[in-house]
């Protein structure tokens, strides 16, 4: 049953990242990019509770379904709040929710840090020039169309938080 979580996570990756792609080309995730995390999600929550010796902690603890559950919903809530004040699209808002679900209650600080300083990184770096032998380049020139409308693809910034959250276990496991 490992394997199959660690199949579905691989999967939600490339899921996240197409979202991040989708947003930054066209500022707007698609709805079946969401849906399919949060598919992916119930897979692995079922591939969890079938792999596991004690179901009721694999469902009720904070590090368990539960807390993944109750992050995605608060996160989801943040998003939602942030829409209606016209602070986020709808797409960033709907991101949440799955965003939520794969880092769990306890990634939810981690995130928060991840996403503050890849905020600030990303509004720091829209302020430099671009230099002229690569300004030709498409992935530039998106660059200066997001500078001069002045709408950040959010979603962007919050994949690769995710990302990075997600990789967090990982990277503690290969440190000890």
């Given amino acids: 049953m490992l394997l199959m979580v660690d199949i579905i996570s691989s999967l939600a990756v490339f899921l996240f990242l197409y ?5 930054f080309r066209t500022w707007k995730i698609p709805n ?14 079922a591939a969890l509770i079938l792999g596991s010796k004690d179901v009721g902690a694999a469902l009720f603890a904070s590090s368990g379904i539960g807390g993944d559950i109750g992050a995605g919903l608060l996160m989801f809530m943040l998003g939602v709040a942030l829409w209606a004040f016209r602070l986020f699209g709808a797409g960033d808002a709907k991101l949440f929710l799955p965003i939520g679900l794969f880092i769990g209650w306890h990634g939810m600080l981690p995130f ?3 996403l503050l300083v890849l905020g600030i990184a990303t509004l720091l770096a829209l302020r430099l020039p671009v230099p002229l032998p690569v300004a030709h380049l498409a992935f530039f020139m998106r660059i200066a169309e997001i500078r001069t409308s002045r709408k950040i693809p959010y979603g962007v910034i919050m994949v690769f938080a ?9 990277i503690r496991q290969q440190l000890q």
């Fill in 19 to 23: 979202a991040a792609w989708s947003d």
């Fill in 32 to 45: 079946a990019v969401v849906l399919a995390l949060v598919t992916l999600y119930a897979l692995r929550a």
């Fill in 112 to 114: 928060a840090v991840s």
């Fill in 162 to 170: 995710t990302l990075l959250t997600m990789a967090l276990p990982m």
